[in-house]
């Protein structure tokens, strides 16, 4: 398989990197430094596309690769992907899903605690070597903090799970009610946002979910509420959500992802209620590598024409 | 002018609950916190006089002291009191009482009760995230605006699958244990008793409970026994990918040793809520993107401290009227902390 071009989109992860290289012909479009000269190039032997939630396959892209046959994403998100041009040409698409579940629940938990209990800010201030007795702050408590969850898929009821643990009652919007679940639906984001006190947004971005964390949520879910986003950056009105921060019309939130990543709002740097992550929900040696796996996985059953492992398309 | 009668209890009618030093809660939300129509304050630090005269010009009228944390209630100041039937304290620990002089005096001791529980739990679980995956240390690395120019982020360790030991399986030791179950960790302690109606893997002493986990974490009382309980042989075999988190007491681990397993990366990381000599917190510490660090506020929530003002104000009140304190500390149970 040493023949078979595999086009990477940018930079991921070194382990992901190193085992494509010893199977196929890896190409690193990020080190290109005339990208179409780069794809005219090679396109005759590309076959596979790698990509992630920063840099997937577009229709351009996938245009301007007459022989490629699969792209497997080192994400469980798709919305970097043209899923349509990919069913019209008969492209295989995979995804890394189940997992990174784990990961990203457990970190949606520790934001939520984060965010409510200071930790950063507390870890700051025993750090500037000004701690006095005598000197305190007080915060919110997490345990039983009603929680609401867009998206119960995977990552939605692995939040949940874990919520439950902290008496936290769950709430959720999803795109059909789940009456399995005994967890309390409501039929519309915002309503969800006016009865909970933490927000989480754990649904895919599509065209629907694009901002579905708007203005009119973000006063539903107001002053003392929390939002916690581990889905993408676009689920959120980046410019709404700054200017409730910083004007107290929001409690808090803790973010793992933005609109422009690695771009981030400055106005947020200051605000001691807000967390800010560089995109680590999956950011474990152990999933990243169990991610990079299944990518490889699902390549390797392409190629020798095996049932493939994460079948989308 | 109404009759006096005992229906309307002057201020001099009264009975004392003395106040060593200013509480925690008095200097948060002022000192009516704790106010009740059936008690008054004595509040010690308010006098010029020195403690052991202040304590002899009031010894008659105290029958009940409010402790805190910081206001340690010595044998000196028991002797000091004949009349004194009651401690109440604010905090969780009880290692700044002495509780054998209490118990030969049969003077009766009201803790927090398991107020707090959910607050330490929490405070444990947002530790171990914090540091396994580095939670504090990104977020100071994005505010820094470090993310463009620095690219991505070192990876962290999963929480899910950790084998998490549990040392001193109390009220909190089981919220602990609870929560972290739900992250898919397996949980194994050590307690002074092994407890037969409980599913997690019982480990006879610290060490072998550090020799087979993953995350330590102290959640025991500090007493006689357990002050330095986490030592060179525990770290040890705690091991290179091992984490320690402490909520506790600082004296229950060996500080300069924990600092020295750090420094020298022979342990993976630790949360720390406590030291041994607050608020002087090792500075080798603060260089450490490894380690996560808080001032003792572990409880220090509103919903708690509203629940504490009930559970104080609660026994105090219960005292007074001869009925059964609300959160009686079992003395005989207690092991003692000699300070």
Request: proline share 5%; charged share 25%; hydrophobic share 40%.
């Amino acid at each position: 398989m040493k023949s078979i071009g595999v086009l990477m989109t940018c930079h991921m992860d070194s382990y992901l990197e190193q085992e494509l290289e010893k199977r196929f012909n890896l190409l690193r479009f990020w080190t290109a430094t005339e990208k179409s000269t780069f794809l005219a190039t090679h396109k005759n032997s590309i076959r596979a596309v790698v990509g992630n939630a920063f840099g997937g396959a577009d229709a351009e892209l996938i245009e301007s690769l007459p022989k490629l046959e699969i792209v497997a994403s080192f994400s469980v998100g798709l919305d970097k992907i043209d899923l349509a041009k990919c069913k019209e040409k008969g492209i295989r698409v995979t995804n890394t899903p189940d997992v990174l579940t784990d990961d990203v629940a457990d970190l949606s938990i520790g934001l939520m605690l984060a965010v409510l209990r200071k930790l950063c800010e507390s870890d700051r201030y025993v750090r500037s070597d000004k701690w006095k007795k005598g000197d305190y702050t007080l915060t919110t408590k997490f345990t039983g903090k009603t929680v609401g969850i867009i998206g119960l898929g995977r990552i939605g009821m692995a939040v949940a799970k874990r919520a439950e643990a902290f008496s936290c009652p769950i709430h959720y919007y999803s795109r059909t009610e789940k009456p399995e679940t005994k967890y309390k639906y409501y039929p519309s984001v915002v309503e969800l946002a006016a009865n909970c006190d933490i927000l989480v947004v754990a649904c895919s971005l599509t065209e629907e979910t694009r901002h579905i964390i708007d203005r009119e949520v973000i006063d539903a879910l107001g002053r003392k509420g929390v939002l916690i986003n581990v889905g993408r950056g676009r689920h959120v009105d980046e410019p709404e959500l700054v200017s409730a921060l910083v004007e107290c019309r929001l409690g808090g939130a803790g973010l793992d992802v933005f609109e422009h990543e690695p771009e981030v709002p400055e106005e947020l740097f200051g605000l001691d209620n807000v967390v800010l992550l560089p995109h680590v929900g999956t950011g474990t040696v152990e999933t990243r590598q169990a991610m990079a796996d299944l990518v490889i996985g699902n390549l390797e059953a392409h190629f020798q024409k095996k049932p493939l492992l994460t079948p989308v398309v | 002018m109404a009759p006096h009668n005992n229906s309307y209890p002057s201020q001099h009618d009264l009975p004392n609950v003395l106040i060593l030093k200013l509480p925690p809660s008095f200097v948060i939300f002022g000192e009516h916190f704790f106010d009740s129509a059936k008690f008054r304050f004595l509040k010690a630090y308010e006098s010029s006089l020195p403690l052991p005269q202040f304590l002899l010009a009031h010894a008659q009228s105290v029958q009940a002291i409010l402790s805190s944390g910081g206001a340690p209630v010595t044998a000196d100041t028991i002797c000091l009191l004949p009349n004194l039937r009651l401690v109440v304290t604010t905090s969780q620990g009880l290692n700044h009482i002495d509780l054998s002089e209490c118990r030969r005096r049969g003077i009766a001791v009201a803790g927090a009760g398991t107020i707090f529980s959910a607050d330490c739990a929490d405070s444990v679980v947002e530790l171990l995230i914090d540091v396994l995956r580095k939670v504090s240390a990104a977020n100071r690395f994005v505010k820094q605006g470090l993310w463009s120019s620095q690219g991505d982020y070192p990876l962290g360790s999963k929480l899910g699958g950790k084998r998490v030991g549990i040392v001193g399986l109390g009220n909190i030791g089981s919220e602990v244990a609870k929560r972290l179950e739900a992250f898919g960790c397996s949980i194994s302690y050590n307690s002074r008793n092994k407890k037969p109606s409980v599913p997690y893997a019982f480990y006879p002493n610290v060490g072998e409970l550090a020799a087979n986990c993953d995350a330590l974490i102290i959640c025991c009382a500090l007493t006689d026994e357990t002050y330095h309980l986490i030592n060179k042989e525990v770290l040890s075999a705690l091991g290179k990918d091992g984490v320690i988190i402490n909520i506790a007491r600082g004296p229950i681990v060996d500080e300069k040793e924990l600092v020295r397993c750090l420094v020298e990366g022979e342990i993976r990381g630790a949360g720390l809520d406590v030291f041994e000599h607050e608020p002087d917190v090792p500075h080798e510490l603060f260089a450490l993107d490894n380690v996560v660090m808080s001032p003792h506020n572990a409880v220090f929530t509103r919903e708690s401290f509203e629940d504490l003002r009930k559970i104080v104000v609660g026994n105090l009140e219960a005292f007074f009227s001869n009925e059964p304190l609300l959160t009686a500390v079992n003395l005989d149970d207690q092991p003692h902390f000699s300070g």
